[in-house]
Nanobody, 127 residues
Framework: QLQVVESGGGSVQPGGSLRLSCAASGFSLDYYAIGWFRQAPGKEREGVSCISRSGGTTNYADNVAGRFTISRDNAKNTVYLQMNSLRPEDTAIYYC????????????????????WGQGTQVTVSS
C-alpha cells in the first residue's frame, strides 16, 4: 500500500509541546482524509484525531480534545498535529493514515477505514 510519512516525534516533559507532520509519499493528499492514531505499550491502537479533505471537518478523541489541534496544508502536501499540554499518558507511537474520499466531510477515527499508513513516530512524555 502507499504510505504517508510521519515526523516530529521526540521526548518532552509533561506540559510540553510537539508538532507532528504527516507528508504524502508518492501521491497528493488533497483527495485524502487523514487520521492520526497512536499505540502505547500494552494498549491497542486508538484514534487520536482526523481531518477531512478540505480541513472543514475535524474530530478528536475525548482524552486529547482541547490539547491537540489537527490541521492541513494541501499546498504543502502535509497534515499537522499540534500537541500541547502533553501528559505521560500521551506516550505512544503515533501513526498517520490516509484514505481517498470523494466526500469532503469524511472524518472518522476507525482504523479499518484507512489504507495508507505511515511507519510511525515515537512520542515520549516523561519527567
Amino acid at each position: 500500500q502507499l504510505q504517508v510519512v510521519e515526523s516530529g516525534g521526540g521526548s518532552v516533559q509533561p506540559g510540553g509541546s510537539l508538532r507532528l507532520s504527516c507528508a504524502a509519499s508518492g501521491f497528493s493528499l488533497d483527495y485524502y482524509a487523514i487520521g492520526w492514531f497512536r499505540q502505547a505499550p500494552g494498549k491497542e491502537r486508538e484514534g487520536v484525531s482526523c481531518i477531512s479533505r478540505s480541513g472543514g471537518t475535524t474530530n478528536y478523541a475525548d482524552n486529547v480534545a482541547g490539547r491537540f489541534t489537527i490541521s492541513r496544508d494541501n499546498a504543502k502536501n502535509t497534515v499537522y498535529l499540534q500537541m500541547n499540554s502533553l501528559r505521560p499518558e500521551d506516550t505512544a507511537i503515533y501513526y498517520c493514515a490516509g484514505v481517498r474520499k470523494n466526500l469532503f466531510t469524511f472524518c472518522v477515527l476507525r482504523e479499518s477505514d484507512y489504507n495508507y499508513w505511515g511507519q510511525g513516530t515515537q512520542v515520549t512524555v516523561s519527567s
